[in-house]
């Protein structure tokens, strides 16, 4: 007996160094971790299974028919038919249903882009199951279809997703401004503000602001290409300043167009927003005493904060986050960042 079974994993948005894990509700906890957030998909094709299955952290979630998850399962066994039709000794398990298991490693749904790294998982497990030859920028192309953001997880470093103009889709595609080690100075802090499902799902919300957000045409127009133009050579340049002014303003951008929805669309909570004022504070002490920038904050579809900044700021940052918002558990620092300090935080029961 032969078992088709093969298993991939993948980082959300890339490598990230460091995870802070902030409140939840009204208290918060911070934890450092060395893991990387990411999600693990294991894939097994069987001429046993009776139909596609997926579960997810143990759970099955339905495949639903036309849905992204079947549209991503289709793509990928066509892909293996073709081969199979080219090298009639390839066994023929397109033909096989799959039953997949994926595990995340942080919350589902709370605008941390599971739905990212989840299909570039699904993608590169089923990619493997099928041996199908891995040119990123293909299977890019077909993660991009289970969720927007996926095909930029299936690369490593700095990735950026070309929009495309062709009305199927096919230029869309995700490719690498620069490699991790271009720029290993920037680190990135995540700040679990809630782990909490949100209400709106980034594929539908985005749905949503395509249909009625007259904020979103103009953004497509005349900010995007060129914030993409200076946001790439700011990284190929390793320009802090001008990758975090970019940064942030695009963050702001995205959140006025999504409250700019109809309904409106708030992602952000109150916890996200007095992130915001201290991270903007800190660099307004920063630049008034002749200096440059020294973080920045970024907000996905989801109340959670991703804050960049040189190595050197890491320490400082943690520092106030853990003296102005309460921890829900005592904060741990496995990189050693406070080797002969007390940083307990105000944990809150
Ligand atoms: P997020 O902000 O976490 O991306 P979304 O609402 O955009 O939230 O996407 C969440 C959805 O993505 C989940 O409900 C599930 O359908 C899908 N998803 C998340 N993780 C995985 C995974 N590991 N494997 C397959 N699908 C996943
Ligand atoms: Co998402």
């Known amino acids: 007996m032969t078992i088709y079974q093969a298993t991939a994993s993948a980082p959300i948005l890339g490598k990230r160094d460091t995870k802070l894990i902030l409140p939840t509700n009204s208290s918060l906890s911070v934890t450092l971790d060395q893991d990387h957030l990411r999600s693990t998909t294991t894939s097994r094709a069987d001429p046993s ?7 997810l952290n143990g759970q099955e979630d339905e495949i639903k028919e036309g849905g992204r998850l079947a549209t991503c399962i289709k793509e990928m066994k066509s892909l293996r ?77 700095f990735v950026a997703w070309q929009m495309g103009e062709r009305a199927d889709g096919s230029d869309s595609y995700a490719v690498q401004i620069a490699p991790r080690e271009h720029w290993p100075d920037i680190h990135a802090l995540i700040c679990v503000v809630s782990d909490d499902k949100k209400g709106t799902s980034s594929t539908s919300g985005m749905q949503r602001t395509v249909e009625t957000s007259t904020l979103l045409q103009h953004r497509i127009k005349h900010v995007v290409p060129e914030r993409m133009r200076m946001i790439s050579e700011a990284i190929r340049a ?31 909570n109150d916890v996200s927003r007095a992130i915001i004022a201290l991270i903007v504070e800190y660099n307004r002490i920063a630049v008034e005493t002749g200096g440059k920038l020294k973080a920045a904050y970024t907000y996905d579809a989801g109340p959670n904060a991703v804050i960049y900044a040189p190595k050197e700021n890491i320490k400082e940052i943690v520092e106030l986050i853990v003296k102005y918002f309460p921890q829900a558990e005592p904060f741990k620092d496995p990189f050693g960042l406070f080797d002969d300090e007390d940083v307990q935080g105000n944990v809150v029961e």
């Open 49 to 55: 299974f009776e139909k596609d299955r997926l579960w």
């Open 81 to 157: 038919r073709q081969i199979e039709e080219k090298d009639p000794s390839l066994p023929k398990i397109s033909s096989y249903a799959v039953h997949i298991s994926s595990h995340n490693n942080f919350p589902t749904a709370a605008g941390l882009a599971s739905s990212a790294s989840g299909f570039a998982a699904l993608v590169a497990s089923l990619a493997a199951l099928y041996q199908l030859p891995t040119d990123p920028s293909q299977l890019s192309l077909i993660a991009r279809q289970g969720s927007g953001s996926a095909c930029r997880s299936l690369f490593g470093g």
């Open 238 to 268: 390793r320009d802090f300043d001008t990758f975090a002014r970019v940064t942030m303003q695009d963050s702001n951008q995205f959140h006025a167009v999504a409250l700019d929805t109809e309904p409106p669309i708030f992602y952000m």
